[in-house]
Antibody, heavy 122, light 108 residues
Framework: QVQLQESGPGLVKPSQTLSLTCTVSGGSISSGGYYWSWIRQHPGKGLEWIGYVYDSGTTYYNPSLKSRVTISVDTSKNQFSLNLSSVTAADTAVYYC??????????????WGQGTLVTVSS | SSELTQDPTVSVALGQTVRITCQGDSLRGYYASWYQQKPGQAPVLVMYGRNNRPSGIPDRFSGSSSGNTASLTITGAQAEDEADYYCNSRDSSAYHEVFGGGTKLTVL
């Protein structure tokens, strides 16, 4: 079955860019019908949707993060990536990648990667 | 953008039935999906659409929706159901997603 795995630095300095990659295994990122998502969870808090990308490259972002977020897809590597610029301590969180799907009035996120903790600190 | 509201905590006696609710304007046009998260683990999809359980999710989990409220019901709660539960739906105003604040379920 499809599995997702996040990778990237666990520590980022303030004002720098947080960069994470999600590698998809067990299926093709270009299989169609899905969109590839980033979601984060601040320590002890709830889930926050960051955005998603279609295999075509079309993206949708959380309006509150839109000015700092870029999500891209590399179908040749079966990966998609997150860049979050100008980070502050408020961006410290566990970052999850997830496959999203659905049609019409319903959608879902499944499966999820295991998550990776990113700490913003000097 | 829309918001989804959940009760922060809910408790249920072992073997009893519990309903976890999620309210928001977006639920008038979109179904909720539900995620179970245990400490230190990634969320797991347990319900989506009108009342669809992913493979491997016990049939004691069921979903329903009415107006601006979606519900996840656990019939005969088990100790292993103790977890945080999050609802999610598409935002009614744009191609965005929103999560509820989560409900911590305690099984007594």
């Amino acid at each position: 079955q499809v599995q997702l795995q996040e990778s990237g630095p666990g520590l980022v300095k303030p004002s720098q860019t947080l960069s994470l990659t999600c590698t998809v295994s067990g299926g093709s990122i270009s299989s169609g019908g899905y969109y590839w998502s980033w979601i984060r969870q601040h320590p002890g808090k709830g889930l926050e949707w960051i955005g998603y990308v279609y295999d075509s490259g079309t993206t949708y972002y959380n309006p509150s993060l839109k000015s700092r977020v870029t999500i891209s897809v590399d179908t040749s590597k079966n990966q998609f990536s997150l860049n979050l610029s100008s980070v502050t301590a408020a961006d410290t969180a566990v970052y999850y990648c997830a496959r999203a799907g659905g049609a019409g009035p319903y959608n879902w996120f499944d499966p999820w990667g295991q998550g990776t903790l990113v700490t913003v600190s000097s | 953008s829309s918001e989804l509201t959940q009760d922060p905590t809910v408790s249920v006696a072992l073997g009893q039935t519990v309903r976890i609710t999620c309210q928001g304007d977006s639920l008038r046009g979109y179904y909720a999906s539900w995620y179970q998260q245990k400490p230190g683990q990634a969320p797991v999809l347990v319900m989506y659409g009108r009342n669809n359980r992913p493979s491997g999710i016990p049939d004691r989990f069921s979903g329903s929706s009415s107006g601006n409220t979606a519900s996840l019901t656990i019939t005969g709660a088990q100790a292993e159901d103790e977890a945080d539960y999050y609802c999610n739906s598409r935002d009614s105003s744009a191609y965005h997603e929103v999560f509820g604040g989560g409900t911590k379920l305690t099984v007594l």
